[in-house]
Structure formats: structure tokens, C-alpha cells
């Protein structure tokens, strides 16, 4: 079955580090893939997505291009802010019974950015 | 504003009872979803439904519930034979064209006391 494989946290940097998150995934044919954030005590955002190979997601500074060959799509931004900190997920989307869209996540990398 | 509404934000349930989270929707969404979220973990998918009066179990559906009379609605009980079911849970919806993305509710914290 499909899986995503996230980088294990919890990450902490300083404010204006560069941010990488890596993840990969195994899936049959050619899934989405998303990154979702969520921020404590609520529920996810879409933060990018990218629809087919070589497209690269980006939103407020993060960056996924997502690599078929690799089979990965690791998070990326240069300069990481306090508000930064939350809970970040990498999804793929796959198929579940009949037409329904189905996302399998990453177990997530909690992210803390320190003034 | 469209969105996804959960309710209530926090739920305590005692040993023994049945308690249903609600989930509605008015983005017009065929598709709709419940997880489970445990600390640490990613979320795991518990049912889905494409369309009213139909869904399909996802891994985790023993102990839990739905119904999907209404396009809008998904509620979600949690029975008495859930054994472990203190969890944040999250309701989800989709279009069921490809490569379009799930909009979150902002989850229910259950906790059994």
C-alpha cells in the first residue's frame, strides 16, 4: 500500500535558518503530494502541493518540488520565522474503494524556531 | 465564509457511552473523511464517504460509527467498544476529482474520564 516516510523531530532552529524537512513516499502510479501544517490545538492547512514530477509547490516562503525518480518531496525554506513553529505533514494522495480520494500522511515533524 | 465546523472543540465521554462529534460542511464536497490524531503519530483515516448514504470503513473503524444522510453532514460516534478512544479527531472534505486537496475541520479533543 501507499506510505510517506517523514523526517523524525522534533526539529529546533534559530530564526532565519534554513529549513529542510525531508520525506519520501512509495505509491502505485502517480499520486499528489501535499504538505499540510498544523499549528497547536487546530486542524491542517495546506501549506503546497504538486500534481506531477518536477513540479515544484510553494506558499509564504516553503518550497516541494516533488522528484519521481527520488520518489521524495522535501520542504524547504531559507529563512525560517518564530511563527513557523507548528506541526508539519507530508501527504500523498492515493485511491481508496471506488472514486474516493484518500490522503496517507507522514507521522509529522514538530518544528520550534527560537528568537 | 466556506469551511469545515466541528464540534464540539473539547468532549469528555465516562466509561460505557456513546458519544457522536459532529462535522458539517458548506464547500459543496462529495467527498468526506474522519482521523484520528494521537500524539506523536500521523493521522489515521477511520471512514470515508463519497457520496450520501454511502462510505467505507478506513483502517481503524472498529469501535466507531457514521452516517451520511446529508451532502453537508458526517457525524461521527464513538461506541462503547472503542477501547482506547481518548484522541484529537479530525473531520476532512474533498472533491473526488484528482489531485485536489482535503480541507480540515478544527478537530475535537476527546478525553475519557
Known amino acids: 500500500g501507499d506510505s510517506v516516510t517523514q523526517m523524525e523531530g522534533p526539529v529546533t532552529l534559530s530564526e532565519e535558518a534554513f529549513l529542510t524537512i525531508n520525506c519520501t513516499y512509495t505509491?502505485?502510479?502517480?499520486?499528489?503530494l501535499f504538505w499540510y501544517v498544523q499549528y497547536p490545538g487546530e486542524g491542517l492547512q495546506l501549506l503546497l502541493k504538486?500534481?506531477?514530477?518536477?513540479d515544484k509547490g510553494s506558499n509564504k516562503g516553503f518550497e516541494a518540488t516533488y522528484r519521481k525518480e527520488t520518489t521524495s518531496f522535501h520542504l524547504e525554506k531559507g529563512s525560517v520565522q518564530v511563527s513557523d513553529s507548528a506541526v508539519y505533514f507530508c501527504?500523498?494522495?492515493?485511491?481508496?474503494?471506488?472514486?474516493?480520494?484518500?490522503?496517507?500522511f507522514g507521522s509529522g515533524t514538530q518544528l520550534t524556531v527560537l528568537p | 465564509d466556506g469551511g469545515i465546523t466541528q464540534s464540539p472543540k473539547y468532549l469528555f465521554r465516562k466509561e460505557g457511552q456513546n458519544v457522536t462529534l459532529s462535522c458539517e460542511q458548506n464547500?459543496?464536497?462529495?467527498?468526506m473523511y474522519w482521523y484520528r490524531q494521537d500524539p506523536g503519530q500521523g493521522l489515521r483515516l477511520i471512514y470515508y464517504?463519497?457520496?450520501?448514504?454511502?462510505?467505507q470503513k478506513g483502517d481503524i473503524a472498529e469501535g466507531y460509527s457514521v452516517s451520511r444522510e446529508k451532502k453537508e453532514s458526517f457525524p461521527l460516534t464513538v461506541t462503547s467498544a472503542q477501547k482506547n478512544p481518548t484522541a484529537f479527531y479530525l473531520c476532512?472534505?474533498?472533491?473526488?476529482?484528482?489531485?485536489?486537496?482535503?480541507?480540515f475541520g478544527q478537530g475535537t479533543r476527546l478525553t475519557v474520564v
Open positions: 501527504a500523498l494522495s492515493g485511491r481508496g474503494r471506488g472514486s474516493a480520494r484518500q490522503l496517507t
Open positions: 476532512a472534505s474533498s472533491t473526488v476529482r484528482e489531485n485536489t486537496e482535503a480541507f
Open positions: 504538486a500534481t506531477k514530477a518536477d
Open positions: 464517504s463519497q457520496i450520501v448514504n454511502d462510505f
Open positions: 464547500l459543496n464536497h462529495d467527498a
Open positions: 505509491a502505485t502510479g502517480y499520486p499528489s
